[in-house]
């Protein structure tokens, strides 16, 4: 149980859970620096530059981590998730 059959006889276990970051994580991160930080920024520093690229840097893992799900789920494994690093509760009696 738990394995599928290869067309070339052999056998692979099937395809699991994936845990990965809910992404409302990445959304609140980006709210709260765009929010809150970058009022606060002197638009001329060089902080506000640095700033900028950590935005951007986010957006982009944003839209990695989007692909990287899309093709888990064409491999056939299902997404889990995650809203915190605490594991998963059991479930069952």
């Given amino acids: 149980m738990g394995r599928v059959p290869m067309a070339n006889g052999l056998r692979m276990a099937s395809p699991k859970s994936i845990p990965l970051p809910s992404p409302i994580h990445y959304e609140l991160l980006m709210q709260l620096l765009e929010r809150q930080t970058l009022p ?6 060089p902080q506000r530059q640095q700033f900028q690229e950590l935005v951007a840097t986010l957006r982009k893992a944003l839209v990695l981590q989007e692909k990287l799900q899309v093709d888990l789920e064409r491999a056939g494994h299902s997404i889990e998730h995650r809203w915190s690093l605490n594991p998963k509760p059991a479930t069952g009696n």
């Fill in 40 to 45: 606060d920024l002197d638009p001329q520093s």
